[in-house]
């Protein structure tokens, strides 16, 4: 973040540092820089859909309408969920990647550099398109993030930008996949086989081979929807011999496997951080390596699930019933694995580890609801009520986003060179934790009990659930400040943080990363780096290995 | 290790090309598979050939039909009855009436679903105001016959078929398809 600039010990005195002013950053190529770029712009987007949801839960407070009409509302619904699916959780991950995937291993820089900044610089100008339809005549798009036609085909002026503001997005997600696939599977340090990359980078790789794979079929599904609407194609038109079924196959071929890149680097972030504050190497690292691939390719052949009520024959019921049960083997492996790598560790609670263990717990609590929804028959009733959107929320809230939070708090002190406060990380943390549990554990029994989704009012039997839910919601959201202003003062040294903070921050930490000095400086590992037995201890299960750091 | 990224970045480039070409083969591939497995309730919209068929007489199956005017137009739209009950093998013709009550002429398209899906493949019509577009003037009401049989083939299991239509408005297609020839 800011200030690398006037880091002393520059590692390299014969590169410049970063240019000055707001140039540096529009013409930035520095993987750090845009890592930093990204990830400040998917907190604004977590912040903008977060007010979004909170327009929703301030309507579902009582029942009746309240504050904004119905069409508005469909336009929160809709709009909240795309900008936090790629406005925030996507560009969060692909921030990280670039600030962690060249240091851990040992790397200068990605292998596409004016590629990055080019993926980058696109995402603004796909989320003005889009936030601009808030503005229009006929207002945003309100037919869900699921552009289902024909509802969406419905849309007024704001559907040409909904299509373009989609293909913005996907060119931006496909050039960074693009750029992490070719990096790492070229530009690793010496020594630093493919079996002994830090999982992080792994659940990386796997996710940037997902996202080559389905955001051009997503773009491909809206550019049906185009020709759909103005061009007389009749892919979904019924009265022109398409298929509106059709649509949601070609959707949700993408949409699944979108759901996995949402979480495959999460899970890699969890089997950085539980080994170093558990003192133990990652158990079962190569078990967690297969079982990411196992879910990445099982993720194409469930799509269906999410279609188990328009009417398919009992074979494809079947099929995509027991598909999607399969896919609880390999995440269970890794749950187990984490809960192993605990086991016996001698476990210290600093914040990012609480994000980490709070994942860990509710993460799991999403997939035995995602189980539930699995089977077809019980989906009848579970399909489109808030049932589904708790599973949802705890995969995406407590999962993805806590995995982002544990992120930013593991490697602030490496970004910055400051520590955050421990006290108010904690805090945050257990507030974060409560409210969260308050905002979706009582959608369960909203929805169980027969309230549906994407509607503005509800009968007077689901009140008392969504008055806690209204309060969990906004208490989540006041609790992130405290998140906020702690990270804030890291970057610009508030409150008088002072830098100087040892090279390996967390002394349990592992990986090339942990050697570079703190705040890393602007450019690493111009020089591959050795890559010694210490550092690979951090992925592989022979403790002997520890012995060049301390075990507590 | 592979040490031209530049390459391995265009490989990767053709393969997103690829895959968005795939989204579109996903297309006929979904009509292909439909269609050999008669899996989407979509009947065929054309006439077909009946042969010689022995009627089962043993069996009786109640056809039910679902009439239904897209988006929210005020046209009438109805079946003669709401029901029938056919044996597998012989042929039937139920009318339907569709009344155009807005003040300017239109084109329809009428869509058929069957349920279950099952059915869909051996509902067998020879004649159908499914099969053409459908001109209205402002006002008109039309009579449309449509014949058709159950084949005997029908799954034993199935004692009740929905027959459902919903009409849509196609004129704007239309009158362009006719300014093109
Ligand atoms: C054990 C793993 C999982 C299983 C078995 C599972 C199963 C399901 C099923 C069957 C549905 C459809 C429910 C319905 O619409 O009736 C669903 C919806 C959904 N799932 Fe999962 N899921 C799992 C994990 C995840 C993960 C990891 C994520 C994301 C990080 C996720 C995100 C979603 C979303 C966003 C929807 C709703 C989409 C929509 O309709 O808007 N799921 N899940
Ligand atoms: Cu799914």
């Known amino acids: 973040m800011a200030h690398h600039d006037t880091h002393a010990d ?83 991950f692909v921030g990280l990647a670039n600030w962690m995937v060249p240091m851990m291993i040992g790397c200068s820089d990605l292998a596409l550099p004016r590629v990055n900044n080019w993926g980058f610089w696109i995402l603004p100008f796909a989320f003005g398109l889009l936030l601009s339809t808030l503005f229009m005549d006929g207002g945003a798009p309100a037919g869900g993030w699921t552009m289902y036609p024909p509802l969406v085909l419905q849309t007024g002026e704001a559907f040409p930008f909904l299509i373009f503001a989609v293909h913005l997005m996907g060119i931006s997600s496909i050039t960074g996949a693009i750029n992490v696939v070719v990096t790492i599977l070229n530009m690793r340090a010496p020594g630093m086989t493919l079996l002994k990359m830090p999982l992080f980078v ?51 071929f993408f949409g ?9 680097p999460a899970f890699g972030i969890v089997s950085t951080i539980i080994p170093t504050f558990a003192r133990k190497a990652l158990f079962g690292y190569d078990s967690m390596v297969y079982a990411t691939a196992s879910i990445a390719f099982l993720s194409f052949i469930v799509w269906a699930h999410h279609m188990f009520t328009v009417g398919m ?38 914040t990012p580890m609480l994000f980490a263990l709070g994942f860990v717990f509710l993460f799991t609590i999403g997939g035995f609801s995602g189980l539930m ?119 610009y040294g508030w409150f008088g943080r002072k830098q100087g903070l040892p090279a390996r921050v967390w002394e349990g930490a592992h990986g090339l990363e942990w050697t570079v000095p703190s705040p890393a400086p602007y450019h690493t ?21 520890l012995d060049g750091h301390k075990l507590a | 290790m592979n040490s031209n990224p530049r390459r391995h970045a265009l490989r990767l480039v053709l393969v997103t090309a690829g895959m ?21 309730g979509k009947v065929a919209t054309t006439a077909a050939r009946v042969g010689t068929v022995e009627v089962d007489r043993s069996r009786t199956v109640t056809v039910e039909f679902v009439t239904t005017v897209n988006g929210g137009r005020p046209w009438k739209f109805r079946a003669e009855q709401a029901s029938i009950d056919v044996h597998p093998g012989q042929l039937y013709t139920v009318n339907f009436y569709a009344t155009n009550t807005e003040g300017h002429d239109l084109v329809a398209q ?72």
């Open chain 1, 373 to 491: 929804l699995a089977i077809t028959p019980v989906d009848f009733q579970y399909h489109d009520t808030y049932f589904v959107v708790a599973h949802f929320h705890y995969v995406l809230v407590p999962g993805a986003v806590f995995s982002i939070i544990a992120a930013v708090y593991y490697w602030i002190p490496k970004w910055t060179g400051r520590m955050y406060n421990e006290f108010w990380g904690k805090v945050h943390f257990w507030l974060s934790a409560i409210f969260i549990n308050l905002t979706f554990f009582p959608q369960h029994f909203a929805g169980l009990a027969g309230m549906q989704r994407r509607v503005p009012d509800y009968a007077v039997q689901f009140t008392d659930w969504n008055v806690i839910s209204s309060i969990g919601a906004f208490g989540f959201f006041a609790a992130q400040f405290i998140f906020i202003i702690n990270i804030l003062a890291c970057c």
């Open chain 1, 256 to 264: 699944h496997p979108e759901v996995y890149i949402m979480i495959l």
């Open chain 1, 202 to 252: 792994w659940t990386w790789l796997i996710t940037a081979y997902l996202l080559i794979a389905v955001m051009p079929v997503l773009a491909g599904a809206v550019t049906m929807l185009l020709t759909d609407k103005y061009f007389g194609t009749s892919f979904f038109t019924a009265s022109g011999g398409g298929d509106p079924v059709l649509f949601q196959h070609i959707f949700w």
């Open chain 2, 110 to 181: 009428a869509v058929p679903q069957v349920a279950p899906w099952d059915a869909a493949k051996h509902l067998r019509k020879t004649e159908c105001f499914c099969f053409n577009n459908q001109t209205f003037k402002a006002g008109e009401e039309k009579r449309m016959p449509v014949v058709f049989m159950l084949d005997p083939e029908l799954p034993a299991y199935v004692d009740r078929v929905t027959l459902s239509y919903t009409f849509f408005d196609v004129t704007d297609v239309a009158m362009q398809q006719n300014r093109g020839t």
């Open chain 1, 313 to 350: 024959p009992l074979a494809g019921e079947l099929f995509f019933m027991f598909a999607t049960m399969l896919i609880a083997v390999p995440t269970g492996v890794k749950v187990f694995n984490w809960v192993a790598t605990m086991w016996k560790g001698s476990m210290t609670f600093e």
């Open chain 1, 10 to 92: 520059h590692a390299h005195d014969d590169h410049h540092g970063p240019e000055k002013g707001i140039m540096r950053w529009i013409k930035t190529t520095n993987h750090k820089d845009l890592g930093t770029l990204y990830l400040f712009f998917a907190f604004t987007m977590f912040f903008i859909g977060g007010l979004m949801s909170l327009v929703i839960r301030a309507e579902l407070f009582v029942p009746g309408l309240q504050f904004v009409q119905p069409e508005f509302f469909n336009q929160m619904t809709t709009m909240h969920a795309l900008v936090m699916i790629f406005g925030g959780v996507m560009p969060a």
């Open chain 1, 525 to 545: 590992f111009e020089d591959p780096p050795q890559v010694t037995e210490a550092e690979l201890t951090a992925v592989h299960d022979k403790t002997d290995a």
């Open chain 2, 20 to 40: 968005f070409g795939f989204g579109y083969a996903l297309v006929p591939l979904y009509n292909m598979l439909c269609d050999a497995f008669g899996i989407n």
